[in-house]
């Protein structure tokens, strides 16, 4: 079977430039910890630029995950009767728990300090993550498990408002909850609602209560695509100075406008901003879910560089890919005598080496998890009508 021809698991159409959605998504997350423990920047000289930006600012690459999945996964839920719930979650279940329960055994194996230590990893198993104070890290591993943590609260939330949207006033129900939602979000992040610990803080930030713009764009785009997506297609074909270059223009404006983002959130950083400018992740998540629309709808006679083979290939393996890039790019790091606490002290050659090894390594990995723990479950995924 071709590696690209339909990922194990797809029941439905297959799209290609979802898939290379996915996998660049993969991409600015592994840019951001490269950036970070490889390379270093000194912000006391002001913004970090609008390139650098987009690898320092690879969470935004988290951001595109959440538009994604909401994308991929609130349509059938529009259409009353459409979806099992219990489906639902047992597909969602097979897609992700298999190599997260994989990848904490490993974790807990690599931080263990005797038999006392395995007793760590158990609160990660139900996603305890979602509160940072019940959990206690397993580094390298944990740091990127808090977005599977916010995944799966949009599955629970999902799930509720299908349930509720069957119902014969759920449209309004569902209004009122959104209006309700959006003034608490307000208040929030003008108030803190009164929270003081810094960790509390951020745990709601990146919870669905804090991200949740990023799935509720991400679906209101799905909605718009799938009752346009035909027509916009086939107009936008007709209109030449699309076809002549247009259509990737409108995509670098698109991405123009996301690194000018990212350019204030670095320069403020990352986390900081999450605290001071919270509200940033609504126009990015809108900017994403464009870009989404537009590699989908849009003539683009460069089609053949942003949807090919190795984009597709990469980003069916991005799971994997997401879940070991970090503690490759530790061990990597350590192995070369790449200081953490000061990026950039190996010198270009070495920084050149511990990238290409960071990133060959971890494909090579997910490589074989996607093979041999992903690719069964996602089998049985498959046999589960959506």
Not at 54 to 59: D, E, K, N, R
Not at 261 to 269: N, Y
Request: glycine fraction near 10%; include cysteine; hydrophobic fraction near 55%.
């Amino acid at each position: 079977m071709s590696l690209v021809s339909r990922p194990a698991g797809v029941r439905t159409a297959y799209s290609r430039e979802l898939e290379v959605v996915r996998a660049i998504a993969a991409l600015l997350v592994f840019s951001r910890h490269i950036a970070g423990r490889y390379v270093g920047i000194d912000l006391e000289q002001g913004s970090p630029g609008f390139f650098y930006s987009f690898a320092l600012g690879g969470q935004t690459g988290v951001t595109l995950f959440f538009v994604l999945s909401a994308f991929l996964l609130a349509p059938p839920f529009f259409e009353k009767g459409r979806t099992s719930v219990s489906r639902f979650f047992a597909r969602r279940f097979l897609r992700l728990w298999p190599l997260y329960a994989f990848a904490i055994l490993v974790a807990t194996a690599w931080n263990a300090e005797g038999w006392n230590g395995w007793g760590a990893g158990l609160a990660y198993l139900v996603y305890g993550q979602s509160f940072w104070s019940f959990v206690t890290p397993l580094e390298p591993f944990s740091s990127v498990w808090w977005s599977l943590s916010t995944e799966v609260q949009f599955y629970l939330v999902l799930s509720f408002c299908g349930l509720i949207g069957a119902q014969r006033f759920g449209s309004k129900i569902l209004a009122a909850l959104l209006v309700l939602y959006a003034a608490s979000y307000l208040v929030f992040i003008q108030t803190d609602f009164g929270m003081t610990d810094l960790a509390s803080l951020l745990s709601v930030r990146v919870s669905l209560f804090g991200r949740g713009w990023s799935f509720i764009i991400g679906a209101l785009a799905a909605f718009l695509y799938r009752r346009y997506g035909r027509v916009w297609r086939e107009r936008l074909a007709q209109i030449a100075w699309l076809k002549n270059g247009g259509g990737e223009g409108l995509i670098i404006l698109i991405l123009t406008a996301i690194g000018l983002i990212l350019m204030k959130v670095e320069t403020i950083g990352t986390w900081p901003a999450e605290i001071a400018w919270h509200a940033w992740h609504i126009p990015e998540s809108a900017l994403w879910s464009a870009f989404i629309i537009a590699l989908l709808v849009l003539p683009l006679r460069s089609r053949a560089l942003w949807v090919n083979r190795p984009l597709e290939a990469f980003g069916m393996v991005s799971y994997s890919f997401y879940v070991w890039h970090l503690p490759i790019i530790v061990g990597v790091g350590s192995a070369l005598g790449i200081s953490s606490a000061d990026p950039g002290s190996g010198g270009s050659a070495v920084l050149a080496a511990a990238i290409g090894l960071s990133f060959a390594g971890s494909l090579a990995l997910s490589g074989l998890t996607y093979r041999f723990i992903e690719r069964p479950f996602l089998l049985r995924k498959e046999r589960i009508a959506s």
